[in-house]
Each structure stands twice: as structure tokens, then as C-alpha cells.
């Protein structure tokens, strides 16, 4: 069985560099590992380069020289381990970093496994998250503390920590680039299962996340914007058909709410905007990054 990591470098890469750092820590090194660099400046480029010639593990650095997001990003990475005869991708943040016998924990449980997505839990400021979950006619999506609800088909593995087999991709594609971020793992985890592959959690099996990743520094109005245009695009693709009913009708009322709030709460004004702004990006068909 052969294995693949990818992960997305956006001028974090100190933080990318401390995950690359526990990956050559491991006890099984049988796996390659992609990472993407999404546009960064030339001194964090550097330092990448400067570590990945100094270390004995294979690190394939990929410069699309263009800023793809999470979703075209770890799609480059995805393609290029396929083209290599990857049996299994691993995407993780570059904010996470795992223990030395990470590898071969992940080897023995995939090894038992037919096609299909392995969430791998994360451990976020002293508690495990096991997956997602949805909430339709909502700009957020949730995080789920208990396993047990990792069974609901309303939830999804999440993106920072996934594992999936090479069949998926053939058959159920790769991750939507019209998100750029958010949403887009639920998006492929909905996908997947409608193709019928199974979701497995591996309770037993950790990923520390920092959860200091780069898309802060974009700052909260523009990630606003993204949620409430890709929220939108999410319930419009998979939304069951009793909560479509009301799609025509949750932009209206989205819209009405912000601009209620812009005279009420004028230190407000720039976030309102911003979700106003996302709701327009999806009407409009503006999608992927937004500039």
C-alpha cells in the first residue's frame, strides 16, 4: 500500500516546517509528501527549500504560483500522487503535527480498509473533535466532540485530517474549487457518500491542530464573505429537497438581517457588509478565490 501527505503552505512556513518536522520523526518513513505552496512570499519559499534540501525524507515542493485555496491546492497535490501510484492520500493542515508512530497506526488501519474516506480525529485546545456536521439554512458548519454522532448521514469528515483511497477520486471526483475555502469538505463528504463509499472514523488515532492556520491573517469580514457566499452554493447543491423549499426565501432573509443590524450596530457595519457582499458573490456566480 502506498501512501501520500499533502499539505497547503500559504506563507506559514514555520508552521508548515513543525509538522514536516514530526513527519520525519516517524517510525515508519514508507510515504512521500507533497506540499503545496500556494503563492507565498519569497523569504517563507526560502526557508521551505532550505529545510526539504536538508532532510532525508521525500518532499515534493509544487508551486502553482498562484493562490488556489484549500480546495485547488490540495487538489494539485491530490493529482500529483495519483499520477505517482498513490493507493491512499492523506491531506493534512499544515497547522497539525502528530506523534512518531502517527504513520504506522494510519498504515495498519487503512491496510484493513476498502475504498473509502478515513477521518482522522483532531485535538483542538485540550479537546477531540471526530467530525462535522451540518446545519442547512446555517453559515456554519460544527464540529462534533461526541463519535457516535460521526454516524449521522448529515455528517462529514474534516478536511484537516482526511485520509482517502485512490477509487474516490475516480468515482466521485476531487475537491470543488469554487469554495477556495469552507465548506468544501463537507461538500466532497456529501459527494462521496452519495457515491456509496463508506466513512470510517479512526477514534483510536490523533492529529494535534494548532489551529493558528494562515486563513486568519485574511482577516474575519473576508472569511464572513466566503461563508456566507460558499454556505449558499453548499445548501443549493445538497440541501434535502424540504429544506430547498426554502432557499429562495434565506438569502432574503440573510440580506434583511444585515442590513437591519448597519444602523443599529455601526461597529458591525464592515462584517454586515461583508456577509452582504458573499450573498451577492453567490447570486452573481462569483466563485473560487475572491479578490
Partial sequence: MTLSIITINYNES????????SLTAQTDQSFDIFVVDNFSQEKEIEALKIFISETT????LLEPYENLGFSGGNNIGIKKALKNGSDWVLL??????????FIAQIRAKLSHLGAGILGIPLIEQQKT?????????????????????????ESYIIGGAMAVHKDVFKKAGFLDEKYFLYFE??????????????????????????????TKK?????????HARNAMLFNAQHAPWYIKIF????????ILKQIIKLPFWPERRKKSL??????????????????
Avoid at 463537507?186 to 470510517?200: D, I, W, Y
Avoid at 485574511?218 to 466566503?226: F, K, N
Fill in 218 to 226: 485574511l482577516g474575519q469580514a473576508l472569511l464572513l464573505r466566503y
Fill in 57 to 60: 525524507l521525500p518532499i515534493n
Fill in 129 to 153: 473533535v471526530y467530525c462535522g456536521k451540518v446545519r442547512w439554512l446555517s453559515q456554519n458548519l460544527i464540529h462534533i466532540t461526541d463519535p457516535e454522532e460521526c454516524a449521522s448521514s
Fill in 92 to 101: 493534512l493542515n499544515n497547522d497539525t503535527w502528530v506523534e512518531n508512530g
Fill in 185 to 214: 469538505d463537507a461538500e466532497f463528504s456529501l459527494r462521496v457518500r452519495k457515491k456509496t463509499f463508506p466513512m470510517n472514523i479512526a477514534k483510536d488515532i490523533k492529529v494535534h491542530h494548532w489551529a493558528t492556520t494562515s
Fill in 247 to 254: 432557499l429562495p426565501v434565506w438569502p432574503l432573509f440573510v
Fill in 274 to 291: 461583508a456577509i452582504l457582499n458573499g450573498v451577492m458573490d453567490f447570486y452573481r456566480g462569483r466563485f473560487g478565490r475572491i479578490l
Fill in 14 to 21: 514555520k508552521t508548515t516546517i513543525n509538522l514536516l518536522k
